[in-house]
């Protein structure tokens, strides 16, 4: 993980010596000065370590995917559970090792959530539309999203935020991890709304913790606590195997359900060792889309709505994403920008576009890259790794569902509270910076959503300096983005007036 010096200043982490690589020629200085490993402060261990976290921490999309896009559409017809999670693991993969070959940083990206169910909502709610009309919508939202990182202004916005709301946007991320760890391992639960309590989440099931699985996820949490305090060398990563193959020796001896038949079980993948290993991906889902029959079933109007709303989500949700899960890494410059940033910013729009055109969804940079560069992740090395773990998962997908999400959980407790410290680092004594940090940080988990929370500090920010009289501090450039969430969140009201809700 990254230091943090006396001033409260991150660095870049440290290599101890005993990490050190030995001095080689050739091709490793070419290796190393292209990837800048040795400059970063890292080494190609570390950079293993580190695929092996993220990816045991973001596996479980290859498995959620497919659910997730399981509905049927306006024909009938629905996507195939097989071929979707074989190309979810293809196109994350893919577009991952290009993430660590051309731009150099350590984030792996797969099939966004938030994304995924939005446009399986529109399906399934839809009678008028299909699966390759609706990917055809993805698609087009990266093709424009695309353009607007070749022209420079997706850049220019991630410029334009205040140093401030980045860091809230750091801690945001954060939290957002966290709750995610917490809730995929029913440690925490929504409460269903038929309950009628005015508490939206309980500890459990009816506050109280039942089932093994809980028992897996409080024993790696406290272990890798354990491991972390006393700086032991892949922590992270340590925790998810332990925990992973105690979970393995309690299913043998319980016979635990998962959580689909029974509220205390496992939630989603059971840790049994399958019958087969290997499978062979079918990859028939890519290129079945259609980018501009939605336009015709839906009608223009309709079908723009719709494409605005996948552009600005997948737009905010990976500029938060990478500014967060760089500073976790320490890359960020004194300003609180990355370099090279404009190739992040393509690699995440050609993921968006390669989600579509695969019948995936819009693939985005993972949050859960955090584990990785918890263990040590600082370049593109590690992205490569990722990747090819990813493409190896089409593969091997049977395995790939034994660790269960109980496991992980841990590490993104603990990642969380990682990126959430640097909530110190704000400055409190500005109201015009504090109120829009404190609605980003906390709107992320609260409402399950990055971009929801970017928008809400955006718009406070604009708001609470014209209220100071401070207008002209305020960059051109955060204008339009204010504006653009305002239109984001008034979509539900704007698509009643116009008839096409």
Same mark, same amino acid.
């Given at each position: 993980?990254?230091?943090? +010096?006396?001033?409260?200043?991150?660095?870049?982490?440290?290599?101890? +010596?005993?990490?050190?690589? *030995?001095?080689?020629?050739?091709?490793? +200085?070419?290796?190393?000065?292209?990837?800048?490993?040795?400059?970063?402060?890292?080494?190609?261990?570390?950079?293993?370590?580190?695929?092996?976290?993220?990816?045991?921490?973001?596996?479980?999309?290859?498995?959620?995917? !497919?659910?997730?896009?399981?509905?049927?559409?306006? =024909?009938?017809?629905?996507?195939?559970?097989?071929?979707?999670?074989?190309?979810?693991?293809?196109?994350?993969?893919?577009?991952?090792?290009?993430?660590?070959?051309? *731009?150099?940083?350590?984030?792996?990206?797969?099939?966004?959530?938030?994304?995924?169910? @939005?446009?399986?909502? $529109?399906?399934?709610?839809?009678? +008028?539309? $299909?699966? !390759?009309?609706?990917?055809?919508?993805?698609?087009?939202?990266?093709?424009?999203?695309?353009?607007?990182?070749?022209?420079?202004?997706?850049?220019?916005?991630?410029?334009?935020?205040?140093?401030?709301?980045?860091?809230?946007?750091?801690?945001?991320?954060?939290?957002?991890?966290?709750?995610?760890?917490?809730? &995929?391992?029913?440690?925490?639960?929504?409460?269903?709304?038929?309950?009628?309590?005015?508490?939206?989440?309980?500890?459990?099931?009816?506050?109280?913790?039942?089932?093994?699985?809980?028992?897996?996820?409080?024993?790696?949490?406290?272990?890798?606590?354990?491991?972390?305090?006393?700086?032991?060398?892949?922590?992270?990563?340590?925790?998810?195997?332990?925990?992973?193959?105690?979970?393995?020796?309690?299913?043998?001896?319980?016979?635990?359900? =998962?959580?689909?038949?029974?509220?205390?079980?496992?939630?989603?993948?059971?840790?049994?060792? !399958?019958?087969?290993? @290997?499978?062979?991906?079918?990859?028939?889902?890519?290129?079945?889309?259609?980018?501009?029959?939605?336009?015709?079933?839906?009608?223009?109007?309709?079908?723009?709505?719709?494409?605005?709303?996948?552009?600005?989500?997948?737009?905010?949700?990976?500029?938060?994403?990478? $500014?967060?899960?760089?500073?976790?890494?320490?890359?960020?410059?004194?300003?609180? &920008?990355?370099?090279?940033?404009?190739?992040?910013?393509?690699?995440?729009?050609?993921?968006?576009?390669?989600?579509?055109?695969?019948?995936?969804?819009?693939?985005?940079?993972?949050?859960?890259?955090?584990?990785?560069?918890?263990?040590?992740?600082?370049?593109?090395?590690?992205?490569?790794?990722?990747?090819?773990?990813?493409?190896?998962?089409?593969?091997?997908?049977?395995?790939?569902?034994?660790?269960?999400?109980?496991?992980?959980?841990?590490?993104?407790?603990?990642?969380?509270?990682?990126?959430?410290?640097?909530?110190? &680092?704000?400055?409190?004594?500005?109201?015009?910076?504090?109120?829009?940090?404190?609605?980003?940080?906390?709107?992320? !988990?609260?409402?399950?959503?990055?971009?929801?929370?970017?928008?809400?500090?955006?718009?406070?920010?604009?708001?609470?300096?014209?209220?100071?009289?401070?207008?002209?501090?305020?960059?051109?450039?955060?204008?339009?983005?204010?504006?653009?969430?305002?239109?984001?969140?008034?979509?539900?009201?704007?698509?009643?007036?116009?008839?096409?809700?």
């Amino acid at each position: 993980m990254s230091n943090v +010096n006396r001033t409260g200043k991150k660095n870049v982490a440290t290599v101890p +010596n005993s990490e050190q690589p *030995a001095p080689k020629g050739g091709v490793w +200085n070419s290796i190393d000065n292209y990837f800048e490993i040795t400059a970063r402060g890292s080494n190609v261990l570390r950079e293993f370590r580190g695929a092996l976290a993220t990816f045991f921490a973001m596996a479980y999309i290859v498995v959620l995917n !497919p659910l997730i896009l399981s509905a049927p559409d306006g =024909s009938g017809a629905t996507l195939g559970i097989p071929q979707v999670a074989a190309v979810t693991a293809v196109v994350a993969g893919v577009v991952t090792i290009v993430m660590g070959a051309w *731009a150099k940083y350590p984030f792996a990206l797969a099939a966004g959530l938030g994304v995924n169910a @939005f446009v399986s909502a $529109t399906v399934a709610t839809t009678k +008028n539309v $299909t699966w !390759p009309e609706i990917m055809g919508l993805v698609l087009l939202s990266g093709i424009i999203m695309f353009i607007l990182v070749l022209s420079g202004l997706r850049e220019a916005v991630m410029v334009a935020v205040p140093k401030g709301l980045k860091t809230a946007i750091v801690v945001g991320i954060g939290l957002f991890i966290a709750i995610i760890g917490l809730v &995929n391992a029913g440690f925490v639960r929504r409460i269903p709304d038929a309950s009628h309590t005015t508490v939206p989440l309980m500890l459990g099931i009816d506050g109280k913790l039942l089932g093994w699985p809980v028992l897996v996820f409080v024993l790696g949490l406290v272990l890798t606590i354990v491991l972390v305090v006393r700086k032991t060398k892949g922590a992270i990563l340590i925790g998810i195997v332990v925990s992973t193959l105690f979970a393995m020796g309690l299913q043998l001896l319980t016979n635990t359900p =998962s959580s689909q038949t029974d509220p205390s079980g496992w939630s989603l993948m059971v840790p049994v060792l !399958p019958t087969t290993i @290997f499978s062979v991906p079918d990859l028939s889902l890519i290129g079945k889309v259609d980018i501009f029959g939605a336009f015709v079933h839906l009608g223009f109007m309709s079908a723009l709505l719709l494409t605005f709303t996948i552009l600005l989500s997948v737009f905010f949700d990976a500029m938060g994403t990478m $500014t967060g899960l760089a500073s976790e890494a320490g890359l960020l410059d004194e300003n609180g &920008n990355m370099k090279n940033a404009s190739r992040v910013l393509l690699v995440d729009a050609a993921g968006s576009m390669a989600g579509g055109f695969g019948s995936v969804s819009a693939n985005e940079i993972f949050v859960e890259s955090g584990a990785g560069i918890a263990e040590g992740a600082r370049t593109g090395v590690s992205a490569i790794f990722t990747g090819c773990l990813l493409l190896l998962s089409a593969f091997v997908a049977p395995l790939v569902a034994v660790v269960p999400f109980e496991a992980v959980a841990p590490a993104l407790v603990v990642v969380g509270y990682m990126m959430a410290s640097q909530v110190r &680092n704000i400055d409190w004594s500005d109201i015009g910076i504090a109120i829009p940090a404190f609605l980003t940080f906390i709107l992320m !988990p609260f409402t399950y959503s990055i971009a929801n929370g970017l928008g809400a500090g955006f718009i406070a920010y604009v708001i609470i300096r014209v209220a100071q009289g401070r207008a002209k501090e305020v960059h051109v450039l955060m204008w339009g983005v204010a504006v653009a969430f305002v239109i984001y969140f008034c979509m539900g009201p704007i698509q009643l007036l116009l008839g096409t809700s």
